[in-house]
């Protein structure tokens, strides 16, 4: 793993992140909500980028992991912004590859209709799209909307997860899954059956919404929300690798021969 640099950006946010050169498209990881570059699905992704001489960039969100700020700031529009900003900062024109865990699948759906034609391809790991809308109960969307802060209990942690006013309506600001996504790249789906956070039906929903003809979704019968066990991590890893990788050329089969 690289050392961590950081982006400072012109409103005095410093964006923590880790990148390794290549050769072809700069994957991208985008974590989960509460979520860091420390976790095992990016570090597997930079050590196969590493390995095989592909570009990656890891990042924190402002507020999160090594990147300093407050938690209760961040947004999605916030977060995306940050995700272009770091792109637009690398020494490259390679197009680029977004991998988005959770809530990152949201922000890499929304940077990915600002990267345009420079959008490779997408990989959505349990992305949860809209999760402020079908992820809260109207009792609390109500508190969130007269500016409280809601608190729910957190099975990954011992403290609880907030949901801050703002990261809220920024969300139902950038809800997606009612219209057409305009995003013609190809994009991987990938969701276990089994997850009690983002119900599987959300990638097939998003499937449908993408403009794209070349989607692809993977349910993993057995699989929970995090997708992190290490067959898990493989099949992510195979799936990343089709899209940066050169295709290969499979010969035709020869004409049959007469008798």
């Known amino acids: 793993m690289t050392s961590t640099r950081f982006l400072d950006l012109s409103d005095g946010r410093s964006i923590a ?71 637009s900062a690398l020494e490259t024109d390679e197009k680029i590859v977004l991998v988005g865990s959770s809530m990152g699948g949201w922000v890499m759906l929304l940077a990915g209709l600002a990267l345009g034609e420079r959008l490779a391809g997408l990989v959505g790991i349990a992305p949860a799209p809209d999760f402020t809308d079908w992820g809260i109960p109207q009792m609390d969307k109500a508190m969130l909307a007269d500016g409280e802060t809601i608190f729910e209990d957190n099975p990954y942690g011992p403290e609880p997860t907030p949901t801050h006013p703002a990261f809220w309506a920024d969300g139902q600001a950038n809800l997606l899954l009612g219209g057409e996504i305009a995003i013609d790249a190809p994009v991987r789906l990938l969701h276990g059956q089994r997850d009690a956070d983002v119900p599987f039906d959300i990638s097939l929903q998003l499937a449908q919404a993408l403009r794209s003809a070349d989607v692809q979704v993977t349910l993993i019968k057995d699989g929970d929300h995090r997708l992190s066990r290490d067959g898990d991590i493989r099949l992510l890893l195979r799936t990343v690798a089709e899209l940066v990788l050169p295709k290969v050329t499979v010969p035709a089969p020869a004409a049959p021969s007469e008798s």
């Open 17 to 87: 992140y880790r990148f390794t050169p290549g050769t072809g498209p700069v994957i991208v990881f985008l974590p989960g909500y509460m979520s860091d570059m420390t976790g095992s699905k990016a570090g597997a992704l930079f050590e196969m980028a590493q390995a095989g001489g592909l570009p990656c960039l890891l990042f924190d969100y402002s507020g999160c992991g090594e990147s300093p700020g407050h938690f209760g700031e961040g947004t999605l529009s916030r977060w995306t912004q940050e995700v272009l900003a770091l792109v």
